[in-house]
């Protein structure tokens, strides 16, 4: 993954150090095990980086005064070689002339490797792959920086965004995109690059977004946009419309509980957006006309993780509202396995980050084999949302902690309203259960903010049990998807080896792990299943489990059977997914932070996944 930035001005009194440093701050949500910079001093470069959080690097070298007008950063989050100084970025030719930072993976970095050390007699100092692209740079330099860059390039396979500087041309940053995110901000007197939007907001609105296989420069007057051809080409503006400040913590400890409490809000925004007033529901975004969607014959959902758990009850609910076959599939499976996609199949992708690569991939795969391509995504302008046919965009808002979470709730109110339109488009859902559904959706944020009331005795029930080191996680029906994604929460977060399963399974192999005060976490929102989950909490209490059980106001009979009840708010089976993660996502966040874990940073994890 991890996240870079690029900065060329021409006044004195804005240090790039200081920029670019700001913005890989804002980039840590892609990696942060490691970070550096290159700045060009006086024509020589001077590179400085550190392992662990950009603060290791701030302290390294905040003795120097640095000064400097162009310069080039990097957060890291390891892919080749694991996380340490010599391994951070930026990487260097041997003369350390030119330097580069990459994000991405270059698949035949050895095969360039052992040519490099065959030809050049080229000494490696790290373990990266990044590095041979600084010293294939190095080998083609003759004065003109670009020119190295796109020869260097042809050699090389994979998925990258990359920024090269070159000692000599202190001028001018040379950025390409392949299959990795970058964008160009437009200042005054200055210009940037960078991985991602929130790197530049506190200098610029206006951005170009760099597609794959160009090439951008960027001096502090000009920047340029050069297609694969070598050709200059133009691009309309992409302006940027919210403000920095709705990716601060404005007063909570970490950003993930933020976005918990902000989850009513952003339900609010998905929904009321998509309502008309005469009731209906538009799909902005989406051009599908009544003879597409009476055409296709099947659904395919894919994405990872939190968004491939959205998909999970994405599945119920078309399949219930729509009556039609609905496939479901982790993006780095779907890819590899030849799935049956063909013209008559819509194929949904749900991204929050929209830069998933094997999202992006399953996403052209099915492209490829003239599936129709829906995407669910939240950020405005990715990748994922730019390949599609149509975009639904989700408005949650930026979403900063590793851990998802109103990204979810939200990608489960498109799930509903795509179900609730094509239902309605094929003829299969009446006036009545339309109506009655569409008013329960509209009442969810506020029972959510009711719900969200319940966060001080969650956090009592987290002192009693977050010293647990094994959780199990049961459900049924959409229930049981929500189990995956509450025990994903927990775990991402707090490390606790938690596991999740449909209740009705637990019986053919996993309950040889139930024993005495083991916790098992029991999701009983589903009406028609309620009876067989009350078995499913005896079964497991027979073994002596601890259960704590998440059910609706009015179904207390469960407190018979489980030592703790968390309520939900009362609603219809097929929504209460929009309401009974939200326990479970604020019970990980305090086990966690009663854990004392860096609860919007994990340990191994990144925010954005854009490598296979
Ligand atoms: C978990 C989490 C990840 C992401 C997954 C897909 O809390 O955030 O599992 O859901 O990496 O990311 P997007 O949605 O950006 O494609």
């Excluded at 939007?197 to 951005?207: C, G, N, Q």
């Amino acid at each position: 993954m991890c996240g870079i930035v690029g900065y060329v001005g021409n006044s004195a009194a804005r240090d790039a150090k200081d920029i670019i440093i700001d913005g890989l701050k804002k980039l840590e949500y892609r990696g942060y095990d490691s970070a550096g910079i290159a700045l060009n001093i006086d024509g020589e470069l001077q590179i400085r980086k550190h392992v662990g959080r950009i603060a290791n690097l701030e302290n390294l070298i905040a003795g120097e005064t640095l000064a400097s007008r162009i310069g080039i950063g990097h957060t890291r989050w390891a892919t080749h070689g694991a996380p340490s100084d010599v391994n951070s970025h930026p990487h260097c030719n041997s003369n350390e002339t030119i330097a580069v930072v990459h994000n991405g993976i270059i698949e035949n970095y050895v095969e360039i490797k052992e040519w490099l050390a065959k030809e050049y007699g080229i000494t490696f100092k790290s373990e990266t792959d990044t590095e041979v692209i600084a010293h294939l740079i190095g080998i083609y330099y003759d004065g003109d920086l670009q020119d190295a860059v796109y020869k260097a390039v042809e050699k090389m396979r994979g998925a990258y965004a990359i920024g090269v500087v070159a000692a000599a041309e202190p001028d001018k940053i040379v950025a390409v995109r392949k299959d990795a995110p970058l964008i160009a901000g437009l200042g005054e007197d200055c210009n940037f690059i960078a991985s991602d939007i929130p790197a530049l907001l506190k200098h610029v609105r206006k951005i170009y977004l760099i597609e794959n296989n160009e090439t951008v420069v960027i001096k502090s007057d000009s920047v340029k946009i050069y297609n694969a051809e070598r050709k200059e080409i133009k691009r309309d503006v992409f302006h940027v419309t919210w403000d920095a400040e709705s990716a601060e913590k404005e007063g909570y400890e970490h950003f993930m509980l933020k976005e918990i409490h902000e989850q009513p809000k952003g339900l609010y925004e998905t929904l009321t957006r998509r309502i008309e007033e005469d009731g209906s529901i538009k799909l902005d975004g989406i051009n599908l006309s009544k003879e597409d969607i009476e055409n296709f014959d099947k659904v395919f959902i894919v994405a990872c993780g939190t968004a491939y758990h959205a998909g999970l009850v994405g599945k119920f609910v078309i399949e219930n509202l729509a009556k039609i076959p609905v496939e479901i599939d982790v993006a780095s499976e779907f890819r590899y396995r030849d799935p049956f996609v063909n013209e008559r199949t819509l194929f949904i992708a749900i991204s929050q980050s929209g830069e998933t690569l094997d999202t992006l991939a399953a996403l052209r795969e099915a492209k490829r084999k003239g599936a129709r391509i829906l995407s669910v995504v939240n950020v405005v302008g990715s990748s994922v949302a730019r390949e599609s046919d149509d975009v639904f965009y989700t408005w949650a808002g930026p979403e900063i902690a590793v851990a998802s979470t109103k990204a979810y709730t939200t990608q489960l109110m498109c799930m509903y309203l795509i179900g609730l339109y094509m239902g309605r488009t094929r003829g299969i859902l009446d006036e009545e259960r339309y109506t009655n559904y569409l008013k329960e959706l509209k009442e969810i944020p506020d029972k959510l903010k009711e719900l969200l009331k319940k966060e001080n005795e969650i956090h009592d029930l987290a002192k009693e049990i977050y010293k647990k080191e094994q959780v199990f996680f049961i459900g049924r029906g959409s229930d049981a998807g929500v189990s995956y994604e509450g025990s994903l929460k927990l775990k991402e977060i707090s490390y606790i080896n938690s596991f999740a399963i449909a209740a009705g399974e637990l019986k053919h192999g996993t309950i040889a792990l139930i024993e005495k005060d083991t916790l098992v976490i029991a999701l009983a929102t589903q009406e028609k299943l309620y009876e067989k989950m009350l078995s499913n909490i005896q079964e497991v209490k027979a073994r002596g489990a601890y259960v704590i059980g998440i059910a609706k106001e009015n179904n207390t009979e469960i407190e018979k059977q489980a030592d703790r009840v968390i309520y939900i708010p009362n609603c219809i089976d097929e929504i209460s997914p929009l309401l009974s993660v939200v326990p479970l996502q604020i019970l990980a966040y305090y086990i966690a932070r009663e854990r004392g874990c860096d609860i919007d940073k994990p340990k191994n994890l990144a925010k954005s996944v854009t490598v296979e």
